[in-house]
């Protein structure tokens, strides 16, 4: 039963943009932290961005801080979307989206779901 449907993910040009998008298929997903993970091959995932469900508090990981926007839904609360800007070819790899009860145990990586990941792939 899949949870969270990630989409959006694709060939780009360094340099450019690219907005992934996460959906919670459960309506008690929505009521969680959402965020973003990566993960190059041979490395650990790493935290992208998240954001909290009643005050969209946001928070990101130090490697893609002013490069990221992560916002969420503010209606349904239940999809996310993580705007990429001047890609660079280090950037190119798995995108996973999650849930969490708060940022911190995102952060900590004991999450409630993992979807499946988008690619992301950059040309030079």
């Known amino acids: 039963q899949v949870q969270l449907v990630e989409s959006g993910g694709g060939l780009v040009q360094a340099g450019s943009s690219l907005r992934v998008s996460c959906a919670a298929s459960?309506?008690?997903?929505?009521?969680?932290?959402m965020g973003w993970f990566r993960q190059a091959p041979g490395k650990e995932r790493e935290f992208v961005a998240g954001?909290?469900?009643?005050?969209?508090?946001?928070?990101y990981g130090d490697s893609v801080k002013g490069r990221r926007t992560i916002t969420r839904d503010n209606t349904t609360r239940d999809t996310v979307y993580l705007k990429m800007n001047n890609l660079k070819t280090e950037d190119a790899t798995v995108y996973y989206c999650?849930?969490?009860?708060?940022?911190?145990?995102?952060?900590?990586?004991?999450?409630?779901?993992w979807g499946r990941g988008t690619q992301v792939t950059i040309s030079s």
């Open positions: 954001v909290t469900r009643s005050d969209f508090v946001t928070r």
């Open positions: 999650t849930s969490a009860m708060n940022i911190e145990r995102m952060l900590g990586s004991v999450v409630a779901c």
């Open positions: 459960r309506r008690t997903l929505s009521t969680y932290a």
